[in-house]
């Protein structure tokens, strides 16, 4: 048998597949997908939660003009006018007071009597000495005109300390040259009048807290007076006010406050007082405050620096932007049933799309909570569902709703509307209040919430 030679064809494959080559490639598309979907796709931007306090915006502070009850007296006649009782004191009704000497030769009598017996008494020296030393503790170098007002006082102080020690002495020898007066009322004697004595807070203008345009007159021992002009002035009552510029910003803070902390900036004096806006000759409202002590101490002070004292208010700060309101329906916490885990809120609800006795407990999430109502966003529910109770056949229809303000949070990924209440505002933040089951320090919520809507996928 002949061996024949067999011809063998071999086929050429087409094409090979590479495993590898495959998985490579499977990779690269899946990368060039997500490279593609991360440039396309809009970043929702977000704010981790802080913690932050209004303390940087309380504690205003206020020039005030202060009004009390003065009562204004007039000389009875022309002559120079000597006092025998210091500025600021407080007297009763017929203390020996001033005197009158139509000749000057009074005047000359005590400044003799002065050089006889001018070495003043301990209590004198003390009396000058708190004065320097009150007037050297608060000098302002921005209000220099103080110093002119501080040297009438201070010279009135020491020429009315040495006549108290030399009217002893000349009381005797009075006759027609001159009058010894006593007061007409108690209170605290000034020696200044300023054309505010009659000022009531509903008469006050924009125009009065113009400073520039103030005008006050100072009276001192050895001054001319002529007959009908002011000689002296009372404070006549312990209480007085304060009325000081209200912004819109502050009589909406402070509309429906009565009680407030002041401090006086002058001596860093704090104490409680009386608040009420009223509206002032020009229409604009102003705060008086009202304080039933320390009279006294300010008798001689028209304007005074204030500070309205608050205690801050600390919370979570959260940027404006990202709060927002919505609508959240109200659900009686009597339809509710607790989960498995004794923490979860579910409810029973009724499916329109299935059959009539068949039902499911459903645990959406839960925005907020009070005594009697569950409140869930409308992203969970449809209007018109209905709930029933675990243990009843009573029926309750989803449909009622609340508005609240509030924030997306995204931690999980998705947006979970939380209700936040706010304290009070800064710039362009919220400081809003620290729930125990609400939003935390450290929580990611939206920067834009306008942007986004409830259960929405978040890429961050």
């Known amino acids: 048998m002949d061996k024949r030679k067999k011809n063998h064809i071999r086929y050429r494959s087409l094409f090979r597949i590479n495993a590898g080559i495959v ?42 003009i202060a009004l009390r ?8 006649e022309s002559g120079y006018v000597d006092y025998f009782i210091r500025e600021g004191s407080r007297i009763s009704k017929n203390s020996t007071l001033y005197s009158i000497d139509s000749s000057g030769e009074l005047n000359k009598l005590l400044k003799d009597s002065g050089k006889e017996s001018s070495k003043l008494t301990q209590n004198n020296l003390d009396t000058i000495n708190d004065l ?9 170098n921005m209000k220099f005109n103080n110093l002119y007002d501080f040297k009438s006082t201070l010279k009135g102080t020491v020429v009315d300390l040495i006549n108290m020690n030399s009217l002893q002495k000349i009381a005797k020898k009075k006759g027609g040259y001159f009058t010894i007066n006593k007061s007409e009322v108690s209170g605290l004697v000034l020696y200044r009048v300023d054309d505010f004595e009659t000022l009531k807070p509903k008469k006050i203008k924009l125009s009065h807290f113009n400073k520039t345009n103030y005008v006050s007159a100072h009276f001192s021992s050895g001054d001319k007076i002529e007959k009908g002009t002011p000689i002296y002035k009372v404070i006549h009552d312990e209480e007085w006010n304060i009325v000081v510029k209200f912004s819109n910003s502050d009589i909406k803070k402070y509309k429906n406050v009565t ?30 405050i009202t304080l039933a002590k320390y009279a006294v101490r300010y008798a001689t002070d028209r ?8 205690t801050p208010k600390v919370g979570l700060k959260i940027p404006k932007s990202s709060i927002i ?11 509710s049933k607790k989960g498995k885990d004794d923490v979860s809120i579910g409810f029973n609800i009724q499916n329109s799309n299935r059959k009539k006795d068949d039902s499911e407990i459903y645990y959406p999430p839960i925005a907020h909570s009070d005594e009697n109502n569950y409140y869930v966003s409308k992203a969970y529910f449809n209007e018109g569902d209905v709930i029933t109770k675990s243990d009843s056949h009573s029926n309750y229809i989803i449909g009622k ?18 209700i936040v209440n706010i304290l009070d505002t800064i710039d362009e933040y919220y400081i809003v209040k620290k729930e125990q089951d609400g939003l935390k320090i450290y929580d990611r919520i939206v920067l834009n919430a306008g942007n986004v809507s409830e259960n929405q996928i978040i890429f961050q």
């Open 23 to 64: 998985i490579f490639g499977l990779i690269l598309i899946y990368l060039f997908i997500n490279i593609v979907i991360y440039f396309t796709t809009e970043r929702t931007k977000y704010y981790e939660v802080t913690e932050g306090s209004n303390a940087e915006k309380i504690n205003n502070s206020y020039e005030g």
């Open 69 to 76: 009850d003065e009562i204004i007296k007039y000389a009875n």
């Open 132 to 140: 320097l030393k009150d007037f050297n503790n608060n000098f302002d």
């Open 259 to 288: 009680k407030i902390s002041v401090k006086f900036l002058k001596d860093n004096l704090t104490t409680t007082a009386n608040l009420k806006i009223i509206k002032g000759a020009d229409g604009n409202k102003y705060g008086v």
């Open 303 to 310: 304007f005074l620096d204030i500070e309205i004292v608050e």
């Open 325 to 335: 309101s919505n609508e959240l329906y109200v659900i009686p916490k009597e339809y």
């Open 401 to 418: 709703t609340q508005k609240f303000m509030g924030v997306y949070n995204i931690n999980n990924g998705y947006t979970v509307f939380e």
